[in-house]
């Protein structure tokens, strides 16, 4: 019933868009045109405002820079255009009286240098803006972070949205892509590769609770599930790479925001008048124990984050431009024990527990310089880390002191020197090459009650580098048919490990409409540090039996098809198959472990790099790109998730879920009230996913000894039943004089379906109970910009 009222809902709001004059209220409309491939300022390039009559146009300047004055609040479409290049056309650019609107535009060159130049898809959504990726690579905008229903301006709770993409159990941001483990992701900011950015994560995983990444801070990013360009390495399931906004460099703006998990403050500008310089900073502090003690269900414990991020940029005349960017985040949970043993009524009365999750770090320098007019170079050095700190004790008996039953401490630092060069050759021939090193020093200890004795399972402390270096080269025969090649190389001096990977693609348009593209990847990742520095008990010594670990290794390979077959509207196909080797599994003896089965945490064993693995599916995804106010995005995703352990079986993956589906959509009502314009949009989003495997419960044993009992050699034969969750969405935002106000309301699982991460079995009752995620979650926020 709930989901009829909504969709009557989406009926009859348009009959209460009664137009009152246009607004008399108007904007800036900056930015800056560069060359895709350098990133060089474009002079003299024109700028047309096409959504107004007559059009307004300017031009470029020698740094590449344009402004449009008076600009009418609401959304507009914009032509970009200049000689050699194709020209490109933008939709549905939002302009809002609290802020003024600045562009970063890349134009490609056309290869034909020809006066008329060839115009590429409007709002091509489809394409990375990488120009080396060809498959299974998408760009995504800030917006979208926002638009999309639960997604709360986190990327990767949004890039659940994706074909290939869901949620690795649990109510966190973790990913599973193509069914591989969640650490095989990589997070890239600027160019360099950082620590995990999000609050409550876990060792040894790529996601978390919620994300240190401020919106305010980031600009247009990519998103790669497979066979990525060979400057990304050290990953198997795919990449972020994010990318930063500057700050206003004209004039001060600001952002304040609440919700019921937290405040936000933004401030940015210039630091003085006539310099391009500009500053962008950003703090929040978050309490989910205002939602605790609403009554409900997001943890069992209460919990606090906080964190800061930032982006200066500092351009120079003459010595290049300069950035120092950044990130950091603190986050915290506390369950503190029943010391009256008479108010015990749960186990979980008798645990004190501290988790100082992964508080994590980053900050970056950065030089970009051209040199001539065909090749530009950027540099970077970064320091970044984290420290995750996790104690565990309980009251075993009354009347007697807390006994510790886990005390876990990591540490690690990096610090990252990179060099990145493009060079263009001709329009057709263009190369990118570059070179990073990691210097890693570690502190890991896991201590835990074994026997009655706190003992120490991973204990080292030390240094080592990881070095990374690649190239890769995109020659265009035609505006139709274009190859793509690189080579990465990484090399460990832990254990003196080294992996070549080779990467190559091609694209075909087959038409204005229709085009073809294969991608071919060799992958490999190290493992979580702490892997390597498992203590085993072999007699009397003790034994660090990993340290010689290598590399696991995939090759991917995937087959696209996009079709534009009508405007504004794309339906994507991709096929893959993934082969992973060199997985580790248990050494020494047959059990059905695997490292790919991991999501987090390190594990205590002997292992050995003879594990393989198979994924292997189909993606369909059809969109309607945000034209009109209205927008549409529906995926699915079927496939297997395979691996084989030292037992010689092939078996289902934790993470084969077989099926995911996603189905967005989304409108925006306008108002235009001549004082105060404002948009009332509403947002729907329903998600599906196969169950969770699980190992199955031997019912009988577990009723003859009161504990759940499991069946080992059938792991993740079953699956728990499916997931589903609605979520709805509405924002209004109204446009004020100098200020936009926006107000947020949501609820995510609508309908409160009850979705079941892990079953064990109840000894009271003699039957197999569940663990839910979360029912209804109120979304409530308000956000003004001025």
């Known amino acids: 019933m709930q989901v009829y009222r909504i969709l009557l809902l989406f009926c009859f709001i348009p009959a209460l868009t009664?137009?009152?004059?246009?607004?008399?209220?108007?904007?800036?409309?900056?930015?800056?045109?560069?060359?895709?491939?350098?990133?060089?300022?474009?002079?003299?390039?024109?700028?047309?405002?096409?959504?107004?009559?007559?059009?307004?146009?300017?031009?470029?300047?020698?740094?590449?820079?344009?402004?449009?004055?008076?600009?009418?609040?609401?959304?507009?479409?914009?032509?970009?255009?200049?000689?050699?290049?194709?020209?490109?056309?933008?939709?549905?650019?939002?302009?809002?009286?609290?802020k003024e609107t600045f562009l970063n535009i890349e134009l490609e060159e056309d290869i034909q240098q020809a006066n008329t130049?060839?115009?590429?898809?409007?709002?091509?959504?489809?394409?990375?803006?990488?120009?080396?990726?060809?498959?299974s690579a998408r760009q995504f905008s800030v917006e979208e972070t926002r638009r999309f229903a639960a997604s709360l301006y986190d990327p990767a709770r949004m890039a659940t949205a994706f074909a290939g993409v869901n949620s690795s159990g649990g109510d966190g941001n973790a990913l599973v892509i193509r069914g591989n483990a969640p650490n095989g992701l990589l997070w890239r900011m600027e160019g360099v590769d950082v620590p995990n950015p999000n609050h409550f994560a876990r060792v040894g995983t790529s996601g978390g609770g919620i994300s240190i990444l401020s919106a305010q801070l980031l600009s247009n990013s990519d998103f790669f599930t497979g066979a990525f360009p060979a400057e990304y390495g050290n990953a198997l399931a795919g990449v972020f790479d994010i990318k930063l906004r500057k700050g206003n460099n004209e004039k001060r703006e600001h952002t304040l925001a609440a919700s019921i998990i937290?405040?936000?403050?933004?401030?940015?500008?210039?630091?003085?008048?006539?310099?391009?310089g500009s500053y962008l900073i950003n703090y929040r502090?978050?309490?989910?124990?205002?939602?605790?003690?609403?009554?409900?269900?997001?943890?069992?414990?209460?919990?606090?984050?906080?964190?800061?991020?930032?982006?200066i940029h500092l351009p120079t005349k003459k010595l290049g431009q300069f950035s120092i960017f950044g990130f950091g985040g603190l986050s915290q949970q506390a369950i503190a024990a029943v010391p009256d043993s008479n108010l015990w009524k749960i186990d979980g009365d008798r645990r004190f527990g501290r988790l100082d999750a992964s508080n994590t770090g980053a900050i970056g320098l950065t030089h970009s310089l051209l040199l001539g007019k065909k090749t530009a170079i950027k540099s970077i050095v970064s320091l970044n880390g984290y420290a995750y700190r996790e104690?565990?004790?309980?009251?075993?008996?009354?009347?007697?002191?807390?006994?510790?039953?886990?005390?876990?401490?990591?540490?690690?630092?990096?610090?990252t020197f990179s060099?990145?060069?493009?060079?263009?050759?001709?329009?057709?021939?263009?190369?990118?090459?570059?070179?990073?090193?990691?210097?890693?020093?570690?502190?890991?200890?896991?201590?835990?009650?074994?026997?009655?004795?706190l003992t120490d399972r991973i204990k080292n402390q030390g240094k080592t580098n990881l070095l990374n270096a690649f190239a890769q080269g995109k020659l265009r025969f035609s505006e139709r048919l274009s190859l793509l090649m690189g080579l990465h190389v990484q090399h460990l001096y832990l254990n003196q490990k080294t992996a070549l990977e080779p990467r190559a693609a091609?694209?075909?348009?087959?038409?204005?409409?229709?085009?073809?593209?294969?991608?071919?990847?060799?992958?490999?990742?190290?493992?979580?540090?702490?892997?390597?520095?498992?203590?085993?008990?072999?007699?009397?010594d003790t034994v660090l039996v990993n340290k010689n670990m290598g590399f696991t290794r995939a090759h991917h390979l995937v087959l696209a098809h996009n079709w534009q077959f009508v405007p504004n509207w794309n339906l994507k196909t991709e096929l893959y198959y993934q082969s992973l080797f060199k997985a580790p599994i248990t050494a020494g003896r047959a059990t059905n472990f695997s490292l790919l089965n991991m999501d987090d945490d390190f594990t205590i064993d002997a292992l050995e790099n003879q594990g393989r693995g198979k994924n292997y599916g189909l993606e369909l995804t059809l969109e309607r790109y945000w034209?009109?106010?209205?927008?549409?995005?529906?995926?699915?995703?079927?496939?297997?998730?395979?691996?084989?352990?030292?037992?010689?079986?092939?078996?289902?993956?934790?993470?084969?879920?077989?099926?995911?589906?996603?189905?967005?959509?989304g409108k925006e009502w306008a108002f235009k009230n001549r004082r105060n314009p404002s948009a009332l949009g509403l947002d729907l989003r329903y998600s599906h996913a196969g169950g969770q495997r699980v190992v199955p419960i031997d019912l009988l044993k577990s009723r003859q000894q009161g504990r759940t009992i499991t069946i080992p050699t059938r792991i993740y034969d079953e699956k728990l039943p499916a997931f589903h969750r609605l979520d709805v969405q509405m924002e209004w935002r109204v446009q004020y004089p100098h200020l936009t106000g926006s107000t947020i309301l949501g609820v995510q699982n609508a309908t409160n379906h009850p979705n079941p991460v892990r079953q064990s079995f109840n000894a009271a009752t003699g039957k197999i109970q569940y663990s839910y995620l979360a029912g209804i979650i109120p979304v409530l926020g308000y956000r003004v910009e001025f």
Request: proline letters at 3%.
């Open 18 to 98: 009664l137009a009152s004059g246009q607004s008399t209220q108007v904007q800036v409309i900056r930015g800056s045109i560069a060359d895709a491939t350098l990133k060089a300022p474009l002079e003299g390039a024109n700028i047309v405002l096409l959504s107004l009559s007559p059009n307004l146009g300017t031009s470029s300047n020698a740094e590449g820079q344009f402004r449009i004055e008076a600009v009418p609040i609401g959304r507009h479409a914009l032509k970009v255009s200049f000689v050699g290049y194709k020209d490109l056309y933008l939709n549905n650019i939002s302009v809002e009286s609290g």
């Open 117 to 135: 130049v060839t115009i590429r898809a409007k709002s091509d959504k489809t394409k990375a803006l990488n120009e080396f990726a060809a498959v």
């Open 262 to 276: 937290g405040v936000d403050v933004a401030i940015e500008g210039p630091f003085t008048k006539g310099y391009a």
């Open 285 to 311: 502090y978050g309490f989910l124990s205002l939602i605790q003690k609403l009554g409900l269900n997001v943890g069992d414990a209460p919990t606090e984050f906080q964190d800061l991020s930032f982006n």
């Open 391 to 415: 104690e565990d004790s309980r009251y075993e008996r009354a009347n007697q002191p807390l006994v510790f039953t886990r005390d876990n401490r990591f540490a690690e630092q990096n610090i």
């Open 419 to 453: 060099i990145l060069a493009n060079h263009k050759f001709n329009p057709k021939f263009s190369l990118r090459f570059g070179a990073y090193s990691s210097i890693k020093s570690f502190a890991l200890r896991q201590r835990e009650l074994v026997s009655g004795k």
């Open 506 to 540: 091609w694209t075909w348009a087959l038409s204005s409409k229709q085009s073809l593209a294969l991608g071919y990847g060799l992958h490999s990742q190290i493992q979580p540090l702490g892997n390597y520095f498992a203590r085993v008990i072999r007699g009397k």
């Open 627 to 665: 034209t009109d106010q209205f927008y549409l995005l529906a995926s699915l995703s079927l496939f297997e998730s395979t691996y084989l352990a030292s037992d010689g079986q092939w078996r289902n993956t934790r993470f084969n879920a077989n099926t995911t589906a996603t189905f967005l959509i």
